[in-house]
């Protein structure tokens, strides 16, 4: 059973950091190793389809998104473990703050990426 006022401490430092990698294989891959070396408690995949403006031009490509939810205190290993591992010169790399959520689920994140 997850302890109730450790969850409400949790909650502080858990956040989603979005990623994007450029196939199913290199999100499978980013994501199971971060899992691996508890800096993510869990990495949702999904396909999307990316617009944006590179080198002066416009680009169309189909990624694949990372939603990995993590303890931000862990944010600047998790980055750098993504920039290590990615095969883009500038990876996506973005850490969003949850600000609310269910207690013991915030626990469970923060208990899965203990140093």
């Given at each position: 059973?997850?302890?109730?006022?450790k969850a409400l401490?949790?909650?502080?430092?858990?956040?989603?950091?979005?990623?994007?990698?450029?196939?199913?294989?290199?999100?499978?891959?980013?994501?199971?190793?971060?899992?691996?070396?508890?800096?993510a408690?869990?990495?949702?995949l999904?396909?999307?389809?990316?617009?944006?403006?590179?080198?002066?031009?416009?680009?169309?490509?189909?990624?694949?998104?990372?939603?990995?939810?993590?303890n931000?205190?862990?944010?600047?290993?998790?980055?750098?473990r993504?920039?290590?591992l990615?095969?883009?010169?500038l990876?996506e790399?973005?850490?969003?703050?949850?600000?609310?959520?269910?207690?013991p689920?915030?626990?469970?994140?923060?208990?899965?990426?203990?140093?």
């Amino acid at each position: 059973m997850v302890n109730t006022a450790k969850a409400l401490n949790a909650s502080s430092d858990v956040g989603v950091v979005l990623v994007t990698a450029g196939s199913e294989d290199e999100a499978v891959r980013l994501a199971e190793v971060l899992v691996q070396e508890k800096l993510a408690a869990c990495v949702n995949l999904m396909p999307v389809e990316s617009i944006y403006i590179w080198e002066g031009s416009l680009q169309r490509d189909r990624e694949w998104q990372l939603l990995i939810k993590t303890n931000l205190t862990r944010f600047d290993a998790l980055a750098q473990r993504v920039q290590d591992l990615h095969s883009y010169e500038l990876p996506e790399i973005i850490a969003l703050k949850i600000i609310d959520g269910s207690p013991p689920y915030l626990a469970w994140v923060a208990d899965q990426t203990a140093p």
